[in-house]
């Protein structure tokens, strides 16, 4: 497998407008979750979905942020519209369960720069 | 979810054996301990995780005491490419939610 895929590697986007972030887990993992990590903040847990299904969305900063999983194999985070705050690295992860005994895999991360 | 703590950064040289301490003291009875590693510009990766005493693989040894409220990661003799960013997680534990809270970790600089 060819781990979790993250898509765009690097996002430039001016105030105001919409920016899509797409991540495709490992298959067969029924956990996801997606991340963002800054310098001030660290790496908080925006939302994470069991079987596609939203299962904690409270660390969503706001209605600007909504993110989807219309199927195993596909995930959006989705912010409209953006703000130079939201500059940061978005980090989509999967697990085959969760629980105690389990392990995430991270993909590479979007960097979203917000001018 | 139980809280963790952990030293905010920590120095050592090539060739050292590192060991970076993780206190958790309202650990649940079913929550597992788990490491992650992560390296500038990537996601974090996982290095080792137990429940109890110690566990050993080809990257790190974790032990962890009888009352399971703290642990230690232990990178034995260290190379320049071990400088990371480390992180201690406890949980899930009861309801496998599945929710995985990563604190502040720990800068590690390896240095020639």
């Known amino acids: 497998d060819a781990g979790v895929i993250q898509s765009p590697r690097h996002e430039v986007t001016e105030m105001g407008q919409e920016v899509t972030l797409r991540c495709k887990p490992i298959s067969g993992h029924d956990y996801l979750f997606w991340y963002r990590q800054t310098m001030m903040r660290g790496l908080e847990l925006l939302i994470y979905?069991?079987?596609?299904?939203?299962?904690?969305d409270s660390g969503m900063p706001e209605d600007r942020f909504s993110a989807k999983m219309p199927n195993a194999s596909f995930s959006t985070l989705k912010i409209q519209p953006s703000e130079p705050r939201d500059s940061a690295v978005y980090f989509c992860?999967?697990?085959?369960?969760?629980?105690?005994?389990?392990?995430?895999?991270f993909g590479q991360g979007t960097r979203l720069t917000v001018v | 979810l139980a809280k963790t703590t952990q030293p905010i950064s920590m120095d050592s040289y090539e060739g050292q054996e590192v060991n970076i301490t993780c206190s958790h003291n309202n650990i649940a009875t079913n929550d597992y301990i788990t490491w992650y590693q992560q390296f500038p510009s990537q996601g974090p990766r996982f290095i080792i995780q137990?429940?109890?005493t110690k566990v050993t693989n080809e990257v790190a040894s974790l032990f962890i005491p009888a009352d399971r409220k703290s642990s230690t990661l232990s990178l034995p003799r260290v190379s320049l490419s071990d400088t990371a960013v480390y992180y201690c997680?406890?949980?899930?534990?009861?309801?496998?939610?599945?929710?995985?809270?990563f604190g502040q970790g720990t800068t590690l600089q390896v240095k020639p």
């Open positions: 997680l406890v949980g899930p534990g009861s309801g496998n939610t599945g929710k995985l809270i």
């Open positions: 137990g429940y109890k």
């Open positions: 992860a999967s697990s085959p369960r969760g629980g105690r005994d389990t392990e995430a895999f």
């Open positions: 979905f069991n079987n596609n299904v939203p299962i904690d």
